[in-house]
């Protein structure tokens, strides 16, 4: 089998709960993510809205390099840092940004009555999905022996400081 043929073996816990909790959040970020209901009347909305566009496409750059690391490693050698470094820093950042679209729900106020969203179930499980993502992130990259930047990989020397 040549080095540029993906490998397709099994993955291991970490990439699945990863690559599946990710994949799933990324339906999720469609469905019901806040509602709103005023004498009867309901409205909901998905987390393609705002900065949640940003989070879902972050979300959905992250899987591809989680992906490409666990079943192409070969393909993302040459990248100046490792891919699941990647594809964790941008699940987390995509955590932030569906967080950050929570809490600037739109929200209203007039007549003695406050009108505003509120999140709605698939948001729960949306935010759920994303917090399972990054730790299997962290942990499938704890496997694979990648350290955050300025921490040592795992069993090796402490990292040394930045030279001036």
């Given amino acids: 089998m040549s ?14 709960v ?15 993510f806040a509602h709103i209901s005023f004498d009867g009347i309901g409205n909901t ?34 990248l100046p840092v490792p891919a699941r470094l ?3 820093g941008l699940a987390a950042l995509a955590l932030l940004f569906f967080v950050i679209r929570w809490l600037t729900l739109p929200n209203a106020h007039g007549f003695g009555i406050n009108v505003g969203y509120s999140l709605y179930w698939g948001g729960y499980v949306l935010l759920v999905l ?6 299997a992130g962290f942990l499938g990259m704890k ?12 069993g090796g020397p402490p990292a040394s400081p930045p030279s001036v």
């Fill in 45 to 78: 909305i998905s987390a393609w809205h705002g900065i949640g566009v940003l989070a879902g496409l972050l979300l959905v750059v992250g899987l591809v390099a989680g992906a490409a690391a666990v079943f192409a490693p070969a393909s993302v050698s040459g």
């Fill in 86 to 88: 990647l594809a964790t």
């Fill in 143 to 154: 496997d694979a022996g990648v350290s955050l930047p300025g921490q040592a990989a795992a």
């Fill in 3 to 16: 080095s540029s043929t993906p490998d397709f073996k099994a993955p291991s816990r970490n990439d699945q």
């Fill in 18 to 32: 990863f690559l599946g909790a990710g994949f799933l959040a990324f339906i999720f970020s469609f469905i019901a």
């Fill in 130 to 135: 994303n917090i399972a993502t990054v730790a």
